[in-house]
């Protein structure tokens, strides 16, 4: 954030403002870590401010503190409405453009409110009246810390703050293996827990919830994946039956795409989960190196991401979804080759 973007934050923070904070739609644990930081820190600087989910978010993300005072718009809808409607200020942390938002896009659109963005995907929508981008950043939750730091309050992050900062740091890195981790984002979470983050109970917290029939699903997943040697590629296929069958609940399919890339050689892994209450099938892309899945998934699939984390949709059934996506690795044969 330059100068005078912090400036014009300031000045926005100086007066009492009624503010809701957005992550995206399906939100994990960077978009609720870091709403929910932000919605600490604005409370103990005696804001107002709410933070309203699109939807609802996994079980595992429900231990992080004061998590239940998120409004999730499809189950609180006129709470939620309400905030929205009379906000002076909105933040939008972990998107760049309205649409991830389902059904609050509309709404969002219309609104007269003040808009601050703090994110980390590429191609930024213009809709903020203060925009603070940076696609080399691991999370938005580091960004969050950044943005705290930026105003001057750093000693004012309690442990509750560090341990939402702390989970969505982590969750978004990989647990701090991904290329994006740098050694700023180390010495963040170091002082994160000086600050009181309980770096070892947010792991179990967030980690250690397998239910029997989660793992019975991967089972099936891990069974059910087809590698490409070719192509250095492996792709998973999960369909709503075979979700029925071992109960699946949000968040139960949470890394299942990372394990492709486990396999040595493969450059990109791929899981399409058919959701037959939506009719489309939702896409996961993982790559290792430089082939942009954020490319890949925005072409084909409109979806985008990051480089080597990104997702997308189809509208097709789920065989021709994967029949359509082999067909295209032809053309970047090459590039996984490289
Ligand atoms: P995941 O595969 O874990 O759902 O998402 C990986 C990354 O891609 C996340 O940063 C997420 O925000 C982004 N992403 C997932 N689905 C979509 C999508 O449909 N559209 C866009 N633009 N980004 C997505
Ligand atoms: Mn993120």
Same mark, same amino acid.
């Given at each position: 954030?330059?100068?005078?973007?912090?400036?014009?934050?300031?000045?926005?923070?100086?007066?009492?403002?009624?503010?809701?904070?957005?992550?995206?739609?399906?939100?994990?644990?960077?978009?609720?870590?870091?709403?929910?930081?932000?919605?600490?820190?604005?409370?103990?600087?005696?804001?107002?401010?709410?933070?309203?989910?699109?939807?609802? @978010?996994?079980?595992?993300?429900?231990?992080?503190?004061?998590?239940?005072?998120?409004?999730?718009?499809?189950?609180?809808?006129?709470?939620?409405?309400?905030?929205?409607?009379?906000?002076?200020?909105?933040?939008?942390?972990?998107?760049?453009?309205?649409?991830?938002?389902?059904?609050?896009?509309?709404?969002?659109?219309?609104?007269?409110?003040?808009?601050?963005?703090?994110?980390?995907?590429?191609?930024?929508?213009?809709?903020?009246?203060?925009? @603070?981008?940076?696609?080399?950043?691991?999370?938005?939750?580091?960004?969050?810390?950044?943005?705290?730091?930026?105003?001057?309050?750093?000693?004012?992050?309690?442990?509750?703050?560090?341990?939402?900062?702390?989970?969505?740091?982590?969750?978004?890195?990989?647990?701090?293996?991904?290329?994006?981790?740098?050694?700023?984002?180390?010495?963040?979470?170091?002082?994160?827990?000086?600050?009181?983050?309980?770096?070892?109970?947010?792991?179990?917290?967030? @980690?250690?919830?397998? /239910?029997?029939?989660?793992?019975?699903?991967?089972?099936?997943?891990?069974?059910?994946?087809?590698?490409?040697?070719?192509?250095?590629?492996?792709?998973?296929?999960? /369909?709503?039956?075979?979700?029925?069958?071992?109960?699946?609940?949000?968040?139960?399919?949470?890394?299942?795409?990372?394990?492709?890339?486990?396999?040595?050689?493969?450059?990109?892994?791929?899981?399409?989960?058919?959701?037959?209450?939506?009719?489309?099938?939702?896409?996961?892309?993982?790559?290792?190196?430089?082939?942009?899945?954020?490319?890949?998934?925005?072409?084909?699939?409109?979806?985008?991401?990051?480089?080597?984390?990104?997702?997308?949709?189809?509208?097709? /059934?789920?065989?021709?979804?994967?029949?359509?996506?082999?067909?295209?690795?032809?053309?970047?044969?090459?590039?996984?080759?490289?």
């Amino acid at each position: 954030m330059n100068l005078a973007d912090i400036k014009a934050v300031e000045k926005l923070l100086s007066l009492p403002q009624k503010i809701v904070i957005i992550p995206h739609k399906n939100p994990d644990g960077d978009a609720i870590g870091s709403t929910l930081a932000l919605w600490h820190y604005l409370k103990n600087r005696q804001q107002k401010a709410t933070v309203v989910s699109p939807n609802d @978010y996994p079980k595992f993300l429900k231990w992080m503190p004061e998590n239940e005072t998120i409004l999730n718009f499809e189950s609180k809808n006129s709470q939620a409405l309400a905030a929205l409607q009379e906000a002076s200020l909105i933040f939008t942390l972990d998107f760049n453009h309205f649409a991830r938002t389902g059904q609050l896009a509309p709404l969002l659109e219309a609104s007269q409110a003040k808009f601050i963005m703090i994110d980390h995907h590429q191609a930024p929508d213009d809709y903020a009246d203060i925009t @603070y981008s940076d696609v080399s950043m691991s999370s938005t939750c580091e960004m969050v810390y950044n943005f705290i730091e930026f105003l001057g309050d750093i000693d004012s992050i309690t442990p509750e703050i560090a341990d939402c900062i702390y989970t969505g740091i982590m969750t978004d890195t990989g647990s701090f293996k991904f290329s994006s981790t740098t050694s700023r984002t180390h010495r963040i979470v170091a002082d994160l827990i000086d600050k009181g983050a309980n770096n070892t109970k947010i792991h179990t917290k967030t @980690y250690n919830t397998n /239910s029997p029939s989660r793992l019975h699903l991967l089972g099936t997943a891990l069974k059910n994946m087809v590698i490409l040697e070719a192509y250095r590629t492996a792709y998973i296929t999960l /369909s709503q039956e075979e979700l029925d069958t071992y109960e699946y609940k949000k968040g139960d399919t949470e890394g299942f795409v990372n394990y492709g890339l486990t396999l040595e050689g493969i450059r990109l892994a791929v899981i399409f989960i058919e959701n037959k209450e939506e009719g489309i099938i939702k896409i996961s892309f993982r790559s290792e190196g430089d082939f942009s899945v954020n490319e890949f998934a925005r072409k084909h699939f409109n979806g985008g991401g990051h480089d080597n984390a990104a997702g997308g949709r189809s509208d097709v /059934s789920i065989e021709e979804t994967a029949k359509y996506f082999i067909s295209l690795l032809e053309n970047y044969k090459d590039k996984l080759n490289a």
